[in-house]
Nanobody, 123 residues
Framework: QVQLVESGGGLVQAGGSLRLSCAAS??????MGWFRQAPGKEREFVAY????????SYTDSVKGRFSISRDSAKRTAYLQMDSLKPEDTAVYYC??????????????????WGQGTRVTVSS
């Protein structure tokens, strides 16, 4: 099993920044992703990072504003969110893929999930 614990959410004004963290423990994993679920909407892919490095991806709506990274020694992934907009308001989840299978953007291809951290962006 892989245990994931997110932190760093909160309330911020539009244009502000937040950095989310996802601390992992347990078994090794291949990659980590960030997803979000806004009120009344389905959960959607936000960003992806292959744990060994060299592969990153983002959904179009956050490109140029969000940055995913990881600290392998701390087994922690980060999502730096800048220039936040009210439409970024959501519960943000990190998720881990144990193997290089499936699509990096598909939540069904992730094996382990954190409990989520709420981000609220006020206008």
């Amino acid at each position: 099993q892989v245990q994931l614990v997110e932190s760093g959410g909160g309330l911020v004004q539009a244009g502000g920044s937040l950095r989310l963290s996802c601390a992992a423990s347990g078994r090794p994993f291949y990659a980590m992703g960030w997803f979000r679920q806004a009120p009344g909407k389905e959960r959607e892919f936000v960003a992806y990072i292959r744990w060994s490095g060299g592969s990153l991806s983002y959904t179009d709506s956050v490109k140029g504003r969000f940055s995913i990274s990881r600290d392998s020694a701390k087994r922690t992934a980060y999502l730096q969110m800048d220039s936040l907009k009210p439409e970024d308001t959501a519960v943000y989840y990190c998720a881990a893929k144990r193997y290089a299978l499936g699509m990096e953007t598909s939540e069904s291809d992730y094996d382990h999930w954190g409990q989520g951290t709420r981000v609220t962006v006020s206008s």
